[in-house]
């Protein structure tokens, strides 16, 4: 710890204002309906953060494990980006929306009833391994430095690239002739809406994303988190974690 008589004035001014929560790595289980940018905010104003961003994007209609970095540790967001991620969630079948998701309605109904195990199976194994996917328009990938999304709710199409991605794990499951239950795991910039749609669509009924829930980042898990910002459930990352 620095004498406080050799500190410039700045110096000590800064360090009397600093945050207990300031350098740290915060693991948060993130609420329905909240953006990541909502979540980085609420953390900035009432844990008095200077600093403070989150390691990638988790969509308003999923829930769980966001990664969240203040002080200097923001320095480590980059690479926590990099990591691969794994989810689980609820395709719904037999129909699609426009935002591959419940952000939009409906439509395109379908029956479902002739799905067979062995179709999908077929269509889970499709998935695997290194595959194309095209972003969705419901993205918050940028265009001339708008996110997508707001061109989409406008009814515009921007033109896209698709990329390729990494599925490491994809375990399908039934719930009923409508849902079916998944766990992934893929690389980054993976769009698990998009895979979601696609699986609708190579079961030839359409589908769309119903739930997700984040539930790895790396070497980083979900738990049962008994800290709290608001309604916002955490934990401070300790490298003893891992």
């Known amino acids: 710890m620095p004498n406080p008589k050799d500190l410039e004035p700045s110096s000590l001014h800064d360090e009397a204002n600093a945050s207990p929560y300031d350098n740290l790595i915060f693991l948060a289980d993130k609420p329905l309906d909240y953006t990541s940018a909502d979540v980085v905010r609420i953390f ?3 844990l008095h953060i200077k600093k403070i961003g989150h390691s990638g994007t988790l969509d308003p209609r999923a829930t769980g494990l966001l990664v969240l970095c203040s002080g200097k ?3 480590k967001i980059t690479e926590f980006i990099d990591y691969d991620k794994s989810y689980d969630g609820v395709i719904r079948i037999g129909a699609t929306t426009k935002s591959f998701d419940t952000e939009t309605d409906e439509e ?3 029956e479902t009833s002739g799905i067979s195990n062995t ?3 077929n269509a889970r194994k499709s998935f695997l391994g290194i595959i194309s996917q095209m972003p969705p328009m419901y993205s918050a990938l940028k265009h001339k430095g708008k996110p997508l999304y707001k061109f989409a709710r406008k009814g515009r199409d921007i033109e896209r690239k698709p990329r390729e991605i990494n599925v490491t794990e994809f375990e399908v499951w039934r719930i009923n002739d409508t849902e079916i239950g998944f766990r992934i795991s893929a690389s980054k ?3 698990i809406r998009t895979i979601a749609n696609d699986f609708g669509m190579k079961l030839g009924v359409g589908g769309y994303l119903k ?3 984040r539930t790895r980042i790396g070497s980083f898990k979900l738990e049962s988190y008994h800290e709290k910002v608001r309604d916002i459930p955490y934990k401070i990352f300790k490298m003893a974690d891992v």
């Open 189 to 191: 910039g993976a769009y």
């Open 44 to 46: 900035k104003k009432d």
């Open 119 to 121: 179709d999908l199976e």
């Open 108 to 110: 395109n109904i379908t």
């Open 73 to 75: 540790m923001t320095k």
């Open 211 to 213: 739930e997700l829930r």
